[in-house]
T-cell receptor, first 112, second 111 residues
Framework: DGGITQSPKYLFRKEGQNVTLSCEQN?????MYWYRQDPGQGLRLIYY???????QKGDIAEGYSVSREKKESFPLTVTSAQKNPTAFYLC???????????FGSGTRLTVV | KNEVEQSPQNLTAQEGEFITINCSYS?????LHWLQQHPGGGIVSLFM???GKKKHGRLIATINIQEKHSSLHITASHPRDSAVYIC?????????????FGKGTKLSVKP
């Protein structure tokens, strides 16, 4: 079945460490997105990419980095510069020209 | 002021009740999405609307473009409907397809 796979589901890291969250899709979607969700807040856009080797900052990109070396993969690195990294992270994808989105199941990151 | 407002924030219902969740937005949009987020966190897309009304099983979504308002209705609610329902809009200017999300409505259906 086609879909988005995010791994791991839960992740714990010590403060000051970089951590990379995985997002893989087999839907042949062009666009991929990373969102952050905090309690009581709507999802906020971190980064997005519409084609391989190109990506754009979203509303809250500071302290994060991404790469898009392959169409199916869009990993997100939470760097030590991110001041408050504990959150729920969601990846999504979309075929360009279409409005429908597919979401992953998310990764809950806890930094201690 | 948030560009996408949902009401209510929290909703508790008895099994079998008819439920309405509202979404108002203040920007021009090309599409509106209703999403469902279960306790595990994963999000499922329920509807995508640009006009009128859509129905899927016990779920009905409507949108009034002139009034910038959408509603999600659940008929004959069931405990398995308990989830957070999120409204999201895609701006009319395209904005690279990015969505603006409401804060969600947490629904709890009691047996």
């Amino acid at each position: 079945d086609g879909g988005i796979t995010q791994s791991p589901k839960y992740l714990f890291r010590k403060e000051g460490q970089n951590v990379t969250l995985s997002c893989e899709q087999n839907l042949n979607h062009d666009a991929m997105y990373w969102y952050r969700q905090d309690p009581g807040q709507g999802l906020r856009l971190i980064y997005y990419s519409q084609i391989v080797n190109d990506f754009q900052k979203g509303d809250i990109a500071e302290g994060y980095s991404v790469s898009r070396e392959k169409k199916e993969s869009f990993p997100l690195t939470v760097t030590s510069a991110q001041k408050n990294p504990t959150a729920f992270y969601l990846c999504a994808s979309r075929a360009l020209g279409l409005y429908g989105y597919t979401f992953g199941s998310g990764t809950r990151l806890t930094v201690v | 002021k948030n560009e996408v407002e949902q009401s209510p924030q929290n909703l508790t219902a008895q099994e079998g009740e008819f439920i309405t969740i509202n979404c108002s937005y203040s920007v021009g949009i090309s599409a509106l999405h209703w999403l469902q987020q279960h306790p595990g966190g994963g999000i499922v897309s329920l509807f995508m609307l640009s006009s009128g009304k859509k129905k899927h099983g016990r779920l009905i979504a409507t949108i009034n473009i002139q009034e910038k308002h959408s509603s999600l209705h659940i008929t004959a609610s069931h405990p398995r409907d308990s989830a957070v329902y999120i409204c999201a809009v895609r701006l009319a200017d395209g904005s690279q397809g990015n969505l603006i999300f409401g804060k969600g409505t947490k629904l709890s259906v009691k047996p």
